[in-house]
């Protein structure tokens, strides 16, 4: 591997010398069209393969370049981009502080910088303003401002509050470098199972389309330009339909299935995403059973990415595969097959070819180039198929500035603006207004003009789990036990089955029923004091077997004890609306269909409730 790769890049700078280079596409002047051909015409093979990969990378200790990292099984910076002449990374991990993060943004577009053509580096990233913290989905928030989760936005239901925070996190994400968000993800959440709808709009269709665009956006500006983040809207043509809800992340989650004839219902948010410009596309993993199209995963789907999105829609943005269609991997030891779908008998090679047949333009989360060369010196794919697919990206890099001014960014300003005061409040005040009062009553025997439950009042003797005792004595008496409380506050999250392997329990799956000793204990709690629950949904949890024995039952989608005391206690007003159907019993999950949005038979709370408080 590594003589290859010495000998593509060799082979790279030898192809034309350094003083023959025609430079008239860094001239801003000039159309980016024109710009485009004239710096494509003069690409060796190597250079243009370079620009299809897309992959996680890594920083060093405060803004230095990294080595390479064999946790995650990645080379250092300086292969990537020296050696492979890549230029697309999505960054792993949180900076310990913005200054840092841009310093190392600044190396290696310098490093960039100092290949034959300079093509500069494109930064992408998943979700880092919540509080997720899965390395195949999204990341921890680190210095920037945090939000609730994308279902949290939902509830709120406010389509400028969902673009003012898209606004917000462009200007966080621009001031480090980042150039492209890996979201929205507009997928509709109709399989109540489903891992991965934390990072949804919901449920509904109409919903999801207002929102979706709304955050389009905001992140991508009126205009999209150098001050712009390219968003990457997934899962096409839709993930949410998973049979018996498991994700395609895993082979047993690889079918995608559609007995109440939905497809299309899932096509709907997209198509609001084209109308709001979205820039970029990623297939998602899952290969659809019982449809028009091919059995395979849908970034080797031709029907999919050609028929449908480029033909049908019209779609002329880039397309880049979800993470790891490609290589099987290995990360911490344990392994990590390729996410080939339909198609695992093919080779490494053959696969790639067929993503390439299929219409998309990038291979997300894989970094082999070199055998892309090979495929196009064997024949067996054409090098004017690249030049498609590379027009479409260097169009990309030149629109967002970064051939300008904008392939540095200023790290005194990265400082000033990444955290920034105002952005931490907005973040704190949405996550507020996401809180989604589910049941709020008031004590038997209390009388006619008894007041409810919540809000709470100041000083009482409360008893919590799940709240840092040192937060809730800012706000009442923190006792040891139920018996000495006035109330008890539990903040708890949704059920889910633990798996057998460290990836695996990344993602929330399985039945969406609590343990019997779970209910048990909050039954008994509440049965000894007034009991306010505060449920984490990032799956609609089945409530059932205690829902009628609390005082109260608030949900959240992403909030900091503070956020949830300060609702609880009146000091703030919740807006929160339930962004799916919560489910009665897993009878009823089981007997829905995972692809028709409230399919799920009388549910114990409807989409769209909530209570007011004051």
């Known amino acids: 591997m590594t003589d290859l790769v010495e000998t593509t890049a060799d082979a790279a700078a030898a192809a034309v010398p350094d003083d023959a280079v025609d430079r008239r596409y860094l001239d801003r002047h000039l159309p980016v069209a024109d710009r485009v051909e004239i710096l494509l015409a003069q690409m060796t093979l190597e250079e243009k393969a370079g620009l299809f990969f897309q992959t996680m990378i890594t920083m060093g200790e ?150 979706g665009a709304a955050y389009v956006r905001g992140f991508q500006g009126a205009e999209f330009g150098e001050d712009s983040v390219s968003t990457m809207t997934k899962h096409f043509p839709g993930g949410g339909p998973q049979l018996d809800g498991e994700d395609p992340h895993f082979a047993y989650g690889r079918e995608q299935v559609y007995p109440g004839g939905a497809f299309e219902t899932h096509l709907k948010p997209f198509e609001a995403a084209f109308e709001a410009g979205t820039r970029q596309i990623m297939p998602y993993y899952g290969m659809p059973v019982g449809t028009e199209h091919e059995e395979v995963g849908f970034g080797f789907n031709r029907s999919v990415i050609t028929g449908l999105l480029r033909e049908r829609y019209g779609f002329d943005g880039i397309v880049c595969t979800d993470w790891g269609l490609i290589t099987d991997g290995e990360i911490f ?124 009042a100041r000083g009482v003797r409360v008893y919590v789990e799940g709240v840092d005792e040192s937060i809730a004595a800012e706000y009442g008496t923190v006792v040891a036990t139920p018996a000495e409380a006035d109330v008890a506050i539990l903040r708890i999250q949704a059920p889910f089955e633990q798996r057998a392997t460290m990836f695996e329990n990344f993602f929330h799956a399985g039945s969406l029923d609590y343990a019997e000793e779970f209910v048990a204990h909050v039954r008994e709690v509440a049965a000894n004091v007034p009991t306010v629950v505060d449920v984490f949904l990032d799956r609609p949890a089945i409530l059932t077997p205690f829902a009628d024995d609390v005082a109260a039952l608030v949900a959240n989608y992403g909030a900091n004890p503070r956020a949830v005391l300060d609702v609880l206690f009146g000091e703030a007003t919740p807006k929160g609306r339930l962004p799916f159907d919560l489910p009665r019993s897993m009878a009823a999950v089981e007997a829905n269909r995972p692809d028709v949005p409230f399919d799920t038979e009388d549910p114990l709370f409807r989409f769209g409730h909530g209570l007011d408080l004051g």
């Open 333 to 456: 030891g344990q392994p990590f097959p390729a996410r080939a779908w339909g198609v695992e008998h093919l080779s490494p090679r053959e696969r790639m070819v067929t993503v390439i047949e299929a219409g998309a333009d990038q291979f997300g989360g894989e970094a082999n180039p070199e055998l892309l060369v090979d495929l196009v010196r064997s024949g067996e794919i054409a090098e004017e198929r690249l030049d498609v697919s590379a027009r479409r990206i260097l169009r990309e890099k030149f629109a967002l500035g970064l051939f300008d001014d904008r392939r540095y960014v200023d790290v005194e300003r990265a400082t000033r603006v990444v955290g920034a005061p105002e952005f931490v409040a907005a973040g704190e005040q949405a996550q507020r207004l996401s809180l989604t009062v589910l049941t709020n009553t008031t004590q038997p025997g209390a009388g006619a003009d008894a007041a409810p439950t919540l809000p709470l």
């Open 62 to 211: 405060d803004g230095s370049l990294a080595e390479a990292d064999p946790a995650f099984g990645l080379p250092s910076n300086v292969e990537y981009v020296e050696a492979r002449l890549m230029n697309h990374f999505n960054i792993l991990q949180a900076a310990s502080t913005p200054a840092a993060m841009a310093e190392w943004h600044n190396r290696l577009q310098e490093l960039a910088a100092g290949t034959r053509l300079g093509i500069p580096v494109t930064i992408s990233t998943d979700p880092r303003h919540s509080y997720s913290d899965n390395p195949l989905a999204g990341l921890l928030t680190g210095a920037f401002s945090t939000w609730p989760e994308t279902l949290g936005l939902a509830a709120i239901r406010d389509e400028e509050l969902v673009e003012q925070f898209g606004d917000i996190a462009r200007q966080e994400y621009t001031a480090v470098g980042i150039r492209v968000s890996l979201h929205p993800q507009v997928d509709l959440a109709t399989e109540p199972r489903w891992s991965r709808q934390l990072a949804t709009f919901g449920e509904d269709p109409e919903l999801t389309s207002r929102l």
